[in-house]
């Protein structure tokens, strides 16, 4: 079955550690996004890629960086100067075209220990 | 900017009763609406679209309708059940832009 997996499903962060969030798609989608969850808030954007080595910030893009090297991959580093990590992080994917709907990952919850 | 407001929750229902919940947007164009479903640990799932005016999006029992005269898009099912309880996010999108926005999210809970 086609999809998106995100791993690992929990993940837990000591302070001034970077820690990478894995996400793959096997959808053959151009467009791949990372969402933050956090309680009563919603989803927001944090960084977007419509085509492979190319990718653009989100409306919260600072502390997170991101690569593309891959049409099926898009990985999202939460770097130590995001000061506030702990949220629910959501990999989702579409075709690349507005109206297409966006499939989502499980999402990887972060915690700080 | 575009945004979106979703009515704020928690819902709390009984069995078979009925779900409305209302959002409205505020967009630059003509923007396609969505609502998502999604439930307790998992991502969101595609509950139902709409792309113009006037448009009904429906699936597993549930509608809205597209209205662009009020700038709204809100969701209904005439009969909820128990396994309908998650957290349901209003959002749209324009053709030529690649993000999504998001309502707050509103959660629903459907007692026995």
């Known amino acids: 079955d086609g999809g998106i997996t995100q791993s690992p499903k929990y993940l837990f962060r000591k302070e001034g550690q970077n820690v990478t969030l894995s996400c793959e798609q096997n959808?053959?989608?151009?467009?791949m996004y990372w969402y933050r969850q956090d309680p009563g808030q919603g989803l927001r954007l944090i960084y977007y890629?419509?085509?492979?080595?190319?990718?653009q910030k989100g409306d919260i893009a600072e502390g997170y960086s991101v690569s593309r090297e891959k049409k099926e991959s898009f990985p999202l580093t939460v770097t130590s100067a995001q000061k506030n990590p702990t949220a629910f992080y959501l990999c989702?994917?579409?075709?690349?075209?507005?109206?297409?709907?966006?499939?989502f990952g499980d999402g990887t919850r972060l915690s700080i220990l | 900017g575009d945004s979106v407001t979703q009515m704020e929750g928690p819902v709390t229902l009984s069995e078979e009763a009925f779900l409305t919940i209302n959002c409205t947007y505020t967009?630059?164009?003509?923007?396609?609406l969505f609502w998502y479903v999604q439930y307790p640990g998992e991502g969101l799932q595609l509950l139902l679209k709409?792309?113009?005016?006037?448009d009904k999006g429906s699936n597993k029992g549930f509608e809205a309708t597209y209205r662009k005269e009020t700038t709204s898009f809100h969701l209904e099912k005439g009969s909820v059940q128990v396994s309908d309880s998650a957290v349901y996010f209003c959002?749209?999108?324009?053709?030529?832009?690649?993000?999504?926005?998001f309502g707050a999210g509103t959660t629903v809970t459907v007692r026995a």
């Open positions: 989702a994917s579409n075709s690349g075209t507005g109206v297409q709907p966006q499939h």
């Open positions: 959808l053959n989608h151009d467009a």
């Open positions: 890629s419509q085509i492979v080595n190319d990718f």
């Open positions: 967009a630059t164009g003509y923007p396609s």
């Open positions: 709409a792309t113009k005016a006037d």
């Open positions: 959002a749209l999108t324009l053709s030529n832009d690649y993000k999504l926005s």
